[in-house]
């Protein structure tokens, strides 16, 4: 890779100066994003509960409450980049900030499941303007040389958010109630917008797209309308049912639709022929497939831990650390790895090792040393971060550099599509299999509690609960059935992984990514009071 020489540079003298700083505000801006997810993650079975400690949620009104954010973030991701290059990458954040801070206070008191899921819509909303442009302000303020370093630092922040989610969101499940996990967000916001105000330097693309509403419409139409389907499916054990064909069906359409729309138009939201790059498709790819194998088994994780364990929330969050404290550990070294190995050998190790730790997820049972569960998280934080590091390398240097929103909104894109999808599918196959293993242990119950009893382990308890001693005899049978379609959906975890391990093998290269090219445009930076 071909070091700039100081004196052509392009990042002014004073921004370059206090660039670490500004890293560290921009960090600060992306942990809230990661942070509401991974505080999330611990609080489901609390929302969970019915009123007065949760909200009675069942199992696929906790996805929704997980995709409604992730769905709208994916599909605004790409033209809140735009917008960022448009406008000016520090007016957007500034403004994604204030949005999603009031979206979490509004969801902090929710009265309803279907309240939360729309207040988490609009979190999502806040969240895509955040997340493209802290990575296209870090392109803007470090020199090409110093970019690996800073954004294995930046993917490091998403370790960092991991580790201090879980511990944060027990802690306040165990002295407040579960709207507390919102609210949290408010002070962050608050502190995190008083120092971009203060630090952060405005930057644009000087010749920035087009905004293209009708295609922001019909991906977000087409990601909703698939992922209905394949809730429903598992909400019904029956992925044959009319509905859900016919909503799975649609959405596949519209999505079809979309893509046929953005070939021809010449102001797409998303610029297709960046796919003709096999190694940028590669790298994409590659974080689609990690995020679809990673949050549909991190869903099902939380209730092993508390329901089938015993765990509070608080003992659950210490449980998830040594994931975020391996992601925090290599993945600002991990391109030390690829300085030696290369792109490719890194980042299929990296994505080996998450597919064999998803696959030992089938040896845990309910009285499994706790300890298994620590090293198989430890290991899977490692692969993330020998895998995140270097596909956003890859990513970033890939497209030139005024492209930075675009780029990293493409990532993040596929990022959240893939979480999304994941904890759909993956989802919906524990679903499925959990009612067809418990219900043959349910025909004792009245024909109105039956449905509801199988719809999860929760729903199961809850109506054993009820019960008083006659619930009893409940009890271990949906541990039994729970354990059962947990080692199934990690299966299909690990499957997935491994079609990524195999797209990174095939089509990564094996040192630079890409050469920097001959006129290529400068992105401007914006003279504001700095």
Request: cysteine-free; glycine content about 12%.
């Amino acid at each position: 890779m071909t070091t700039p020489a100081a004196t052509d540079s392009r990042v002014p003298e004073a921004v370059h100066r206090r660039r670490w700083v500004i890293l560290g505000v921009l960090m600060l801006s992306l942990l809230i994003v990661v942070l509401d997810n991974s505080i999330l993650n611990v609080a489901i079975k609390t929302i969970s509960t019915p009123a007065p400690t949760g909200l009675g949620a069942t199992q696929s009104e906790l996805e929704w409450a997980i995709n409604a954010y992730t769905l709208v973030f994916a599909g605004l991701l790409f033209t809140a980049g735009l917008l960022g290059d448009r406008l000016g990458r520090k007016k957007v954040l500034l403004g994604g900030l204030a949005v999603f801070g009031g979206a979490s206070a509004l969801a902090a008191f929710s009265g309803s499941p279907e309240q939360l899921i729309g207040f988490r819509a609009l979190m999502g909303l806040g969240a895509a303007f955040v997340m493209p442009a802290t990575l296209a302000v870090l392109m803007n303020v470090f020199e090409r040389d110093e970019q690996p370093k800073a954004i294995g630092i930046w993917a490091g922040g998403v370790g960092l958010a991991i580790a201090i989610g879980p511990i944060t969101g027990g802690v306040l499940l165990d002295h407040f109630w579960w709207g507390s996990v919102f609210l949290i967000n408010v002070p962050i916001v608050i502190l995190a917008l008083g120092l971009m105000v203060w630090l952060v330097p405005d930057s644009r693309d000087p010749k920035p797209g087009r905004i293209d509403p009708v295609g922001v419409l019909l991906s977000v139409v087409g990601l909703v309308l698939l992922v209905y389907g394949i809730i429903k499916g598992g909400q019904l054990a029956d992925f044959t049912d009319a509905e859900v064909l016919a909503t799975m069906g649609a959405g596949l359409a519209v999505l079809i639709g979309f893509v046929w729309y953005e070939k021809r138009i010449d102001h797409p939201s998303i610029d297709v022929t960046y796919f003709k790059n096999r190694v940028f498709s590669a790298a994409i790819g590659a974080i689609g497939l990690v995020f679809f194998a990673l949050m549909g088994v991190t869903f099902f994780a939380v209730f092993y831990t508390q329901t089938v364990r015993g765990y509070s929330p608080f003992q659950t969050g210490l449980l998830m650390l040594p994931l975020a404290a391996a992601q925090l550990t290599f993945a600002p070294r991990a391109r030390l790895v690829v300085d030696r190995i290369g792109y490719r050998a890194t980042t299929a190790g990296g994505m080996l090792l998450i597919a064999a730790m998803l696959a030992a997820f089938t040896i845990l049972d309910a009285d499994t040393p706790i300890w298994i569960l620590e090293v198989i998280f430890f290991l899977m934080g490692t692969g993330m971060a020998h895998v995140m590091t270097p596909t956003s390398v890859v990513i970033m240097q890939t497209m030139p550099r005024e492209k930075a929103g675009s780029a990293s909104a493409l990532s993040n894109t596929f990022r959240q599509v893939g979480g999304a999808l994941g904890i759909a599918v993956l989802g919906s196959v524990l679903s499925a299999s959990y009612r067809s293993g418990i219900e043959d242990k349910l025909t004792l119950l009245p024909a109105d509690l039956r449905h509801h009893a199988g719809e999860s382990i929760e729903a199961t308890l809850g109506v054993a609960a009820e019960l008083g001693p006659k619930g009893e005899a409940l009890i271990t049978p949906a541990h039994d059935a729970f354990l059962h379609a947990m080692h199934l959906t990690a299966v299909g975890g690990a499957g997935v992984a491994l079609v990524g391990t195999v797209v990174v093998a095939l089509f990564l290269p094996g040192r630079d990514p890409a050469p920097k090219e001959p006129g290529e445009e400068e992105t401007e930076l914006v003279a504001a009071e700095h």
